[in-house]
């Protein structure tokens, strides 16, 4: 056991406050690491302890790995707490907390290597006696990609080996396309990520995106959190996700989580993490890639069983097993987040910094707000747009749609544009409240102008 007694959280915005509000429930200190452009955030005012790391952009302050380390060491810390996105799933990273001595909330160096290289996560998966997605193995020119892709079988999906969250990709539907965007899908992923290596996978038609939360201790321990689906997307970034998935067959929830909880258990994993799905219409569940931290959407799986997975998290990093077995998860009733960006639906979803005028959150029974603003703050041009997450529990999804649709209403911002107004257009769509949604839909929905446009005068707002 390593008794936690301070722990340095390395990231921003609302996953920051999150971690700060577990820490302090769980007695333990939290010092908050920020670049200038936090200076007077929200969560910077709320923690214990603060370390300055770095100028405004990400790559001089939340990337830099000396940076966060130093702080780290300074303010004495037990462990270092990356949240999502920026460090989280940084192998080296995770590798140079250790040596320091320090505990990294998250799995182990070499887990995050392995799985965050895409097109060996496969080879893993396909060990772990998981099905992929048909594919390619990796590809650095553009002849053998043509003659794989012959074989996994037009359209197909170019992937970057090191990418995730949805980038790197470009759909491909012919050999003249692969062959005209091959150099350039390459040139990109190097610049991106490091790395040029390409893998090619088949593109599976009217899926839908269904992925499994996981927790793993340090004692062998492995459950899985039931399912959530984030097939509500544009540009391949989620925009709502809810628990249960809607009207997906038993078998299949059950065929994902067994998968899920295999695959963590043969690559030795430790901590929270999410292993992500595409499934076909036909019903074929097929692994896609694995997320070796805690996800934006994870309220969700918190509402509909109970469990504080920030909470376990750091049960998990001091050495302590999972307060619960898997006999004793249950999902209880339905639950729906939907993100809140600072962007201009109308302007192609283009970020709007600025100062948040006016900013009242929605309230009432089953409606949570995870954010790290209030009023008066500053939504800054260096980082990612996120808001706020509005998630919203009910008996069954019915109600807690219906408590999105009024958390909505309910929700007042000025000062930037924001995404509130397009997801009431979305919560009051026949289709996506029927659960009849691929990882398509939104895209065709909009360019198709079907959304429904919200009547009253709470459309203005925000």
Known sequence: MNELRRVLVANRGEIALRIIRA????GVEAVVAYSKA?????????????????????QKSYLNIEAVLEAAEDAGVDAVHPGYGFLA???????????????????PAGVIAGMGNKSQARRTAAAAEVSVVPGSGPLTDVDTALREAEVVGYPVLIKASSGGGGRGIRPVASPEELAEVFATAGAEAASAFGDATLYLERAV??????????????????????????????????????????????????????????????????????????????????????????????????????????????????GAPLSFTQDEVVSNGAAVEVRINAEDPEQDFAPTPGTLDTFIVPGGPGVRVDTGFVAGDTVSPFYDSLLAKVICWGVDRAQALARARQALAELELDGVSSTRVLHQRLLGDTQFCSGAVDIHWLERRLREDLLPVPGGSSASKG
Not at 38 to 58: C, E, K, M, Q
Not at 261 to 272: D, M
């Open 23 to 26: 820490c302090h429930v769980a």
């Open 38 to 58: 936090d200076t007077d955030s929200h969560w910077v005012r709320l923690a214990d302890d603060v370390r300055y790391i770095g100028t405004s952009p990400a």
């Open 89 to 107: 799933e940084n192998a080296e990273f995770a590798r140079a907390v250790h040596e320091r001595g320090l505990v990294f909330v998250g799995p």
């Open 205 to 318: 038609e009217g899926a839908r995106h269904i992925e499994v939360q996981v927790l793993a201790d340090t004692h062998g321990n492995v459950v899985h959190l039931f399912e959530r689906d984030c097939s509500v997307q544009r540009r391949r970034q989620k925009l709502v996700e809810e628990s249960p998935a809607p009207d997906l067959d038993p078998a299949l929830r059950a065929e994902a989580a067994s998968a899920a909880v295999r695959l963590a258990r043969h690559v030795g994993y430790v901590g929270a993490g999410t292993v992500e799905f595409l499934v076909g219409p036909d019903g074929a569940v097929y692994f896609m890639e694995m997320n070796t931290r805690i996800q934006v959407e994870h309220p969700v799986t918190e509402y509909v069983t109970g469990v504080d997975m920030v909470a376990e998290q750091l049960r998990i990093a001091s």
